[in-house]
């Protein structure tokens, strides 16, 4: 077995015991080319804990790297951060092994797993309900529960190890990564993984990270490791990525313009490249994002610190192309804060694409800055006029966007 398999030891009794999963592709809508990883955590001490289990179809490969270390039939404690299917779906495969085990979670925790295995099991599991603040005691080391509401479900929670000072994440701070390396100081582009994995999972959470941010502080744990559910760990400066969550979450822009379209026969794009024109010609970075041809969540990842974005659409039967609409249903759902927007798009015969579009950004949360900018079959020379313009106009408000 490859060495992406074996286990790894984070601190003196404390191993990853996780699996990598390389071919996945898609995770529930947001695209993942470059796979990801389930990460689970033995600890072993005088009791030992298994935090977190792995998608159902890895169980095999979890016990059998909980197996390199000790008789998982030894482990005392199971301990569910989170009810998902990617961390809880080896959980009666794991609890059939040790029926005596305590089985940890918050009372949504607990409620939720109940619910998605009835029939499975989980009438005979032996449940501790802990809230943030609750402490387990292994022997020499403790752990301490922190809930993490909507970060990014109700029952999330984070398990810290008090002497080790590492945090167990679960959801929030990773990103999508398979890897045969286990740190960020192993893996180059962590940042942006996990910018593009903030963006399209938590952006909806801000004022809730922000809460959790200030919920830490008060209890005054000191963090040297964050060890998340998927991707790689920040073993290396790990308040980089605490501090990316509080940008993020507060809503933080650099100066930058995104214009997003689809096409049918080009007149959309060309109008696109001329607003392109007109923002690079202001001196402001830009990018022509084709939804055809750029994954959605990576657009979404552009989208995060962006202050302004213009949407292009041709019509089509009276309304917005397919592939645009479905990206601002997309887009809609995750809810970006502070943003300011546009539309634009050509038609033949009759309109109604540029209305539907900003229909939809105002309903996603968008101001919008001008009537939209809409041409009949080719753009001429006043047509691209306009467009560069409409470029030029998107920039200053660029520029001038608050920084929060």
């Not at 998902?84 to 059939?96: F, K, T």
Request: net charge neutral; aromatic share 10%.
């Amino acid at each position: 077995m490859g060495n992406e398999y074996s286990p790894v030891e984070l601190a003196k009794g404390v191993y990853w015991v996780g699996v990598v999963d390389w071919n996945i592709r898609d995770f529930h809508g947001y695209v993942t080319p470059k796979g990801t990883t389930y990460n689970a955590y033995l600890i072993v001490d005088e009791k030992i804990a298994l935090v977190d289990t792995v998608k159902s179809h890895f169980a095999g490969e979890l016990i059998k790297n909980i197996q390199k270390i000790i008789d998982p039939t030894r482990i005392d404690y199971v301990i569910s951060n989170h009810v998902e299917m990617d961390h809880s779906g080896s959980l009666p495969v794991i609890m059939r092994l040790i029926p005596d085990a305590k089985l940890i979670a918050t009372k949504r925790g607990k409620d939720g797993l109940c619910h998605h295995f009835n029939g499975m099991g989980c009438n005979e599991w032996n449940f501790e309900v802990v809230e943030t603040g609750s402490e387990l005691s292994l022997g020499k080391k403790t752990l301490m529960f922190i809930e993490a509401t909507m970060l990014h479900w109700p029952d999330s929670m984070h398990t810290y190890i008090k002497e080790d000072k590492i945090l167990l994440s679960n959801d929030a701070f990773g990103q999508h990564i398979a890897s045969s390396h286990r740190f960020n100081d192993e893996v180059g582009d962590v940042m942006d993984a996990a910018a593009e994995y903030y963006a399209n999972i938590l952006m909806p959470f801000g004022s809730q990270i922000l809460n959790y941010v200030d919920k830490v502080g008060k209890l005054g744990i000191e963090i040297d490791m964050i060890a998340p559910c998927h991707g790689v760990i920040w073993r290396k400066d790990p308040a980089q990525i605490i501090a990316a969550y509080g940008r993020w979450a507060n809503a933080e822009t650099v100066p930058k313009v995104l214009i997003i379209y689809d096409t049918m026969w080009k007149s959309t794009e060309r109008m696109g490249k001329a607003m392109l024109d007109g923002v690079r010609a202001a001196g402001v970075e830009v990018k022509l994002l084709n939804l055809k041809k750029n994954d959605w969540s990576a657009i979404i990842k552009e989208v995060l610190d962006a202050p302004v974005i213009a949407v292009g659409s041709p019509t089509l039967n009276n309304g917005m192309y397919p592939s645009v609409a479905g990206f601002l249903t997309y887009l809609k759902g995750l809810r970006p804060k502070g943003k300011k927007s546009v539309a634009f798009g050509s038609f033949g015969w009759g309109g109604g694409a540029v209305k539907a579009v900003e229909n939809e950004l105002i309903a996603g949360g968008f101001e919008i800055m001008e009537p939209g900018l809409q041409i009949k079959f080719r753009p001429n020379k006043d047509d691209f006029k306009a467009c560069y313009e409409m470029g030029d106009r998107l920039a200053k408000i660029a520029k001038i966007s608050k920084v929060k």
